[in-house]
């Protein structure tokens, strides 16, 4: 008699079996199990295959990048990590707030009067005696809240103070 087993789309023959010959049943199990082992095996070595193709493609696909990438190095300059520093515009010199203030640097800066400096103004003291300024870690003149004086109001320091401390704003 002459079985025929499938296993995993792969079809055997069988020897001629006696049905009736003890252990036969075995040897068909053990036949099948190798023929299953057989064809993992050849999946495997296809597999395999496969991935070598993919892996020799991309090395072409890189080996084809690099050669890009050096001519495209040659034709163009190599960029330097940072630019080249650029040259500082020659800017006019600014004109104060009070044309002729402070052209001989004898000028206050709080109250724009000649003959003293900000640190001995008799002006920003008396303001910092009545606490409508006041001077930070840094030794700037502030408001009272800490805040910059405004120079948009017009004038000196001196008079944007006062006209605060007039408007109630200080």
């Known amino acids: 008699m002459d079985y025929s087993r499938s296993t995993g789309g792969r079809s055997y023959q069988t020897r001629e079996l006696v049905p009736d010959r003890p252990g036969s049943e075995a040897l068909v199990k053990m036949e099948e199990k190798i023929a299953m082992l057989t064809d993992t095996l050849i999946n495997a070595e296809k597999r395999q295959t496969q991935r070598d193709q993919q892996l020799q493609e991309l090395q072409k696909n890189i080996a084809s990048m690099k050669q890009t990438l ?80 405004p120079n948009n109001v017009g004038g000196s320091m001196k008079e944007t103070v006062e006209q605060y401390t007039r408007t109630g704003l200080v």
């Open 70 to 149: 050096v001519a495209n190095q040659q034709v163009a300059p190599a960029m330097p990590y940072a630019p080249a520093p650029m040259p500082y515009p020659q800017y006019q010199q600014r004109l104060p707030r009070n044309p002729g203030f402070g052209t001989q640097g004898n000028g206050c800066f709080y109250c724009q009067e000649t003959g003293h400096m900000l640190n001995s103004c008799p002006h920003a003291l008396k303001h910092l005696d009545a606490k409508w300024i006041i001077k930070n870690e840094e030794g700037r003149i502030r408001l009272p809240n800490g805040g910059q004086v």
